[in-house]
């Protein structure tokens, strides 16, 4: 008799990765007696890791997928300092209708918690939830090209837009680009560039205004890498490392 895998393995695939985030140095600068901003010879060094592992299943029209994950954090050589540690869960799921021109998506990132705080004796909190609802367009240049746009439900910030486009040079290469901007920018934007009005720059905008990368995949061994311009702060380099299981 032939034995049946179990329905967790059939029609599944796992991977396991982790991903590297290194924002370089970043020049320490003091507030004044009247606001300014004061130079000084300081500087940190702030980077992260993330562990993951994740299972996808396809379940007819839909794809189920979880990822659980440990973050790992070091805010740089400040007082108090330490490595942070975390732990949280990914959950999505996709609908592939009959068309392959439209993928649709939803999805509920960072639902965990610190384990180990930035900063000593300041306490843990949450993980940074959102919900994500977006979806994929393939009709670019013979499907090579493609579109992706979300919208974000952060739990403690403003709601906001994601989007992109990723090109597939060939099967195992591909190249990407994207930006964000939250529904208070937009205001913002339109107000000071369409009306005319003067404002002063809100509070609380997207720090990451645009990213650029690439992801090569060998024999089920895929790396990705990715430089984001964060405003204020410069490039931030991502690596990450992922194989299949």
Do not use: C
């Amino acid at each position: 008799l032939r034995r049946r895998r179990p329905l967790f393995i059939r029609d599944s695939h796992y991977a396991v990765g982790l991903t590297y985030q290194g924002e370089g140095d970043i020049e320490v600068s003091d507030i004044a007696s009247d606001g300014s901003r004061v130079e000084t010879d300081q500087a940190i060094n702030p980077y992260s890791m993330t562990l993951t592992g994740t299972g996808a299943r396809a379940v007819g029209p839909f794809n189920l997928g979880a990822t659980f994950k440990l973050p790992i954090d070091y805010l740089g050589d400040i007082e108090d300092s330490q490595w942070a540690l975390g732990w949280g869960f990914d959950a999505g799921i996709q609908y592939q209708p009959n068309t392959k021109l439209f993928t649709f998506g939803a999805s509920l990132v960072n639902i965990g918690r610190q384990a180990i705080e930035h900063l000593e004796g300041s306490g843990t909190d949450w993980l940074p939830m959102e919900a994500k609802v977006g979806l994929v367009y393939r009709g670019i240049a013979r499907s090579q090209g493609r579109v992706v746009a979300d919208l974000n439900f952060p739990y403690h910030d403003y709601t906001y837009m994601s989007g992109g486009v990723e090109y597939e040079l060939t099967k195992t290469f591909m190249l990407r680009a994207g930006s964000q901007i939250n529904f208070k920018e937009l205001n913002y934007y339109f107000n000071d560039f369409v009306l005319g009005e003067d404002l002063e720059e809100p509070e609380g905008v997207r720090t990451t205004k645009l990213t650029g990368g690439f992801s090569l995949e060998i024999k089920g061994v895929t790396l990705e890498y990715a430089a984001q311009y964060w405003k204020n702060l410069g490039i931030l380099n991502v690596v990450a490392l992922r194989f299949g299981v």
